[in-house]
């Protein structure tokens, strides 16, 4: 009998294992979390799965319902998708019946690994959909506090040099009202369910019965408005009471209506501030009841008296009208709002992840420059905005001028930065006011004071007292994807600089700055790419950048510098509208989407527009060069920093097309498109042809001028024959050892400088060129008080000290240091390479990157004459690791010999390296007595 029992014990506890060799976690919905407003018929749906070393996926099920509890039962009424066999489990897309508009579904999914074992079905999430017709919005209308007229719009946008010759003194308004609304309803019955969906233009902030809804900031995201505007969903079911309810918005002006008062880089109008609104409630007997915005809304100017996203803003808590979105609130003196124009734009769901409200810096450091004004340092440069808490007397007014640097006198300097733009706050005289800025934000690290005082000094003339400050960081709510820190200081400060231009340029669109411009050029989508996609989940704001160039694509075909495309930027002449290198991003960025995430669909969504800029392109070359545009921008030469000084600008322009050429024939291909493959190939090496006949000197091995970027570039995209990249690559290292190995290559060039390096086996000279401080680069910008990436090599004080530009060595962080790489053939991380690089005096280096399948880590030391290194492998992908020695009797895996490990393929050696053949799981790699 004991023996009978110790055997259903064996058994049960076998069987316990075997169930847990795979499971499946982190289901996602259009790349998110139980998302709530999803507006795609056949929404994508994704998981990862997890087992034993090497465990992978043969089949999967998926069950859909509307009743969480009846995926408890195995029941999958709206969409059983059966067991599929496939390997596949990512975008995998819907295939059940008709979803229906705002309905939340419940869904699961079981995974069965190579072993033929089911996961067992994972915990249920959900997603929502959004409202897929205009009469899903139950009849809302688009309401507002004035109607603009026609002869008032703006748009295409001017440019700040010319609005005075444009537009005249007149047109474009100093100030536009920023408007309340409110609604009051009654919910008379149990609710089950509530959700919101609207849309405020430019933006808004959603109350219900008095609470924020949500916790987004400037939402929803800034779009080309006469093309496309976004709304947002929320769950409001916790808001609302039964009984009397109260809606509350307020509505500021964005990019949709930029005022002229202060400073703007340009000039575009829209409309006036306006809202469409639906509320649905969903009772408990199954009857809905909809709450839409009309001309029963009633409205009234806000308190923000100033409002602009160039300009700052203005608050005036004397005009405040407490309890105005709570139900018991007296309305009588506030008038109907209007029923307005609708936005030229289609409406529809907001995809992306909203900017929010991050990092507070609450102890700053307090100087008093001059009488009168105090200066307030916060230490670190961001995005964003700030928070007051203030004492004082009804109608003192604090004027706060945000600014990245400061005068030699101590005072905020905005020379280059756009100004004016400050916020100021009037006070209501009512105890501890607590305010912060709705509708702007800037790019700041000190705040000017003035008209008020640190409530921990003498005051002054009786001044409101400044009981806190603090900085509030905004950016975009993508969530962390990656991380990186090695055993050189100077290295970590450069990934904390880059990391911190990127959070701060990370907004609705990939901006160059968050102060004098705030606008999406288009080049850094691709050339810093990989050092942004390495630390954000990017899938959702990238798919939001495709939309955006395929909006501002001109009937021509050209996809301007920057999109959207809030004023044209032709009046500098140049290339500030029409730079190959920059609207290539319409080409590159859709394919980097395909191989980063393994999305195929975004080629096909974006290809007419690839093809039609590829075409225009064609038809603006001349012998297949092509010879106008930015260059390489900003490169470091003897003049001051800005069109390109050491490349031709041609050079650059014709490697871009060319590569946007090659990228053609791959997506055709990928498309079934033979003819438009075939059409591509033969047309990229015509222009690879005359590229060379144009550039390259046969005698020298040197293309044109033979700077950085006139080599990198053409090792980079294929220009270079294959018996020539070896003379050609050694010129590169040899001329920058030559000129003391310091970096030149601008804005474009840099970034295929250090892919050039990496992928030329010269890591080395990439640690040499950037660990030091003593000439223009990144160790420069920190001794000269950068805290974040700034515009030129130089950190020079007359143009941007938060740049998203130049920071390309990002990318080296993550592909080299890391060794973090995916196999050229592989989308999406499928199969990927651990290949470190051992360099200078670095020790260590480890972190992590979250691939579409799982995190891959790697995490390696030298220490005692030991290198070891610790690998993670997502579950469902294979890698490659690359070991630094070819003496594999040195190589111990777990502790036991390489050549022991079954699990482990001994590839065979490659450049000094042993390559191994992993599958999923965790590894721990030792190499004894390494010189390293």
Request: net charge neutral; proline share 4%.
């Amino acid at each position: 009998m004991n023996k009978f029992c110790l055997a259903l014990l064996i058994c049960f506890f076998c069987c316990a294992v075997s169930a847990q060799n795979i499971s499946v976690y982190d289901l996602k919905c259009e790349d998110k979390l139980a998302p709530l407003n999803i507006d795609a018929v056949q929404p994508k749906f994704s998981w990862k799965i997890k087992g034993n070393r090497g465990c992978s996926q043969t089949a999967y099920q998926i069950l859909v319902s509307k009743n969480k509890s009846n995926l408890q039962k195995g029941i999958g009424e709206i969409w059983n998708s059966e067991k599929v066999s496939s390997a596949e489990n990512i975008f995998i897309p819907y295939n059940g019946t008709k979803l229906q508009p705002a309905t939340t579904y419940f869904w699961c999914v079981k995974s069965w690994n190579n072993q033929q074992q089911a996961s067992g079905w994972s915990a249920p999430t959900s997603f929502t959909t959004g409202l897929f017709t205009d009469d899903d919005w139950s009849n809302a209308k688009w309401i507002g506090y004035e109607e603009l007229p026609d002869t008032s719009r703006i748009v295409p946008g001017v440019h700040s040099p010319d609005v005075k010759k444009k537009l005249g003194p007149d047109k474009a308004k100093a100030r536009t009202t920023v408007p309340l609304f409110r609604k009051t309803f009654a919910a008379n019955k149990t609710i089950v369910r509530a959700l919101a969906f609207i849309s405020g233009l430019g933006h808004y902030e959603l109350s219900i019965n008095g609470q924020k809804v949500g916790n987004s900031f400037l939402a929803p995201g800034w779009t080309s408005y006469d093309k496309r505007c976004l709304y947002n969903a929320y769950d409001v079911s916790s808001l609302i009471k039964k009984g009397q309810n109260a809606i509350g918005v307020i509505v500021g002006n964005g990019f949709y209506n930029i005022n002229r008062e202060r400073y703007f880089k340009a000039i575009a109008v829209y409309g006036n501030p306006t809202i469409i609104c639906k509320i649905q409630l969903t009772y408990s007997d199954g009857t809905v009841q909809n709450i839409v915005s009309d001309d029963s809304w009633k409205t009234m100017p806000s308190p923000i008296t100033f409002s602009s996203i160039y300009g700052g803003e203005d608050y005036d808590a004397t005009l405040e009208q407490k309890g105005w979105n709570t139900a018991s609130f007296s309305d009588t003196a506030w008038k109907n709002a209007i029923l307005v124009k609708s936005p030229q734009g289609r409406l529809e769901a907001e995809k992306d992840y909203p900017v929010q409200v991050f990092e507070a810096f609450n102890k700053p450091v307090i100087s008093q420059p001059a009488k009168g004004i105090y200066m307030y340092d916060f230490g670190q440069n961001i995005s964003g905005i700030v928070e007051l808490k203030v004492t004082g007397k009804k109608g003192q007014t604090i004027k706060l001028t945000p600014a990245e640097l400061i005068t030699d006198d101590s005072l905020a300097n905005q020379k280059a930065t756009g100004k004016p733009y400050y916020f100021s706050y009037t006070l209501k005289g009512d105890g501890l006011e607590t305010w912060r800025p709705r509708f702007t934000y800037y790019g700041f690290r000190y705040v000017q004071v003035e008209g008020g005082s640190p409530a921990n000094t003498k005051q002054e003339s009786n001044l409101p007292s400044i009981i806190s400050l603090t900085s509030l960081h905004t950016r975009n709510s993508s969530p962390t994807a990656g991380n990186f820190e090695c055993s050189n200081h100077l290295f970590n400060q450069i990934n904390t600089l880059i990391r911190w231009a990127i959070k701060s340029n990370m907004q609705s669109v990939l901006t160059d700055c968050p102060h004098r411009e705030k606008l999406s050029w288009l080049e850094q989508d691709y050339l810093m790419g990989d050092g942004i996609k390495s630390n954000f989940e990017t899938y959702n704001l990238y798919r939001k950048l495709v939309y955006d160039m395929m909006d501002a694509q001109t009937a021509e075909g050209l996809v301007p510098d920057i999109a959207p495309e809030f004023a044209f930027f032709d009046d500098h002449g140049f290339g500030f509208r029409d730079s190959p290198e920059w609207g290539s991003a319409a080409i590159i960025v859709p394919w980097l989407i395909y191989k980063w995430y393994g999305d195929k669909d975004i080629l096909s969504i974006a290809y007419p527009m690839m093809q039609k800029y590829a075409d225009y392109l064609q038809g603006r070359s001349a012998n297949h060069i092509l010879s106008y545009g930015l260059g390489d921008w900003y490169d470091y030469g003897p003049n001051h920093p800005g069109v390109a000084q050491l490349t031709p600008i041609p050079l650059t322009a014709t490697a871009i097309y060319y590569y946007d050429l090659s990228l053609m024939n791959k997506v055709a291909a990928l498309l079934g498109n033979t003819t438009d493959a075939d059409k591509y190939s033969t047309l990229s090496q015509q222009v690879k042809q005359a590229f060379n006949d144009k550039f390259f000197n046969v005698a020298t091995n040197v293309y044109a001028t033979g700077s950085q970027t006139s080599m990198a570039m053409p090792l980079c995209v294929g220009l270079v024959n294959e018996e020539n990249r070896p003379p050609v690559m050694k010129n590169l290292v040899d001329s920058i050892g030559a000129s003391g190995k310091k970096l030149t290559a601008g804005d474009v060039g840099y970034h295929f400088l250090v892919r050039a390096l990496h992928e030329g086996n010269a890591s080395q000279l990439i640690y040499e060129m950037n660990n030091r401080d003593d000439v223009a680069g990144y160790g420069f910008q920190i001794k000269k008080g950068a805290t974040a990436l700034t515009e030129s090599w130089q950190a020079l004080k007359d143009v941007s000290n938060n740049h998203l530009m130049l920071g390309h060595i990002m990318q080296w962080f993550y592909n080299g240091l890391l060794g973090i790489n995916q196999v050229d053939s592989s989308v999406g991380y499928k199969s990927i390479v651990i290949k470190p690089e051992i360099v200078g005096d670095i020790y260590f280096a480890k972190g992590s990157y979250e691939t579409m399948y799982g995190t891959i880590v790697s995490d390696w030391k030298t220490e005692n004459g030991v290198f070891s290194i610790h690998v993670k492998i997502p579950g469902n992908t294979t890698a490659v690791v690359y070991l630094p020695t070819t003496e594999q009797s040195k190589i111990f895996e777990s502790n036991r010999l390489l050549s022991k490990q079954s699990e482990i393929k001994i590839l065979g050696d490659e450049n000094g390296r042993t390559a191994v053949n992993i599958g999923s799981g965790e590894y721990w790699f030792t190499i004894k007595n390494t010189e390293h």
